[in-house]
């Protein structure tokens, strides 16, 4: 079961992802969002539109 700091970690990925979005920054479903997750990574999944 994921733990508050990881679903901290998840959201941070989602407003970040929203944030883009919002600014224009990112093109249809480019601009991937990575971050790293203990010896692993969370990361925005490819082709996928925010």
């Known amino acids: 079961?994921?733990?508050?700091?990881?679903?901290?970690?998840?959201q941070?990925?989602?407003?970040a992802c929203l944030r883009m979005n919002a600014l224009g920054i990112n093109q249809g479903t480019?601009?991937?969002i990575?971050?790293?997750h203990g010896d692993g990574m969370l990361?925005?999944?490819t082709s996928?539109?925010?």
């Open 1 to 10: 079961m994921p733990t508050t700091k990881d679903r901290d970690k998840r």
């Open 12 to 15: 941070s990925i989602i407003d």
């Open 30 to 32: 480019s601009g991937n």
């Open 34 to 36: 990575s971050l790293r």
């Open 43 to 45: 990361i925005t999944p």
């Open 48 to 50: 996928t539109p925010y």
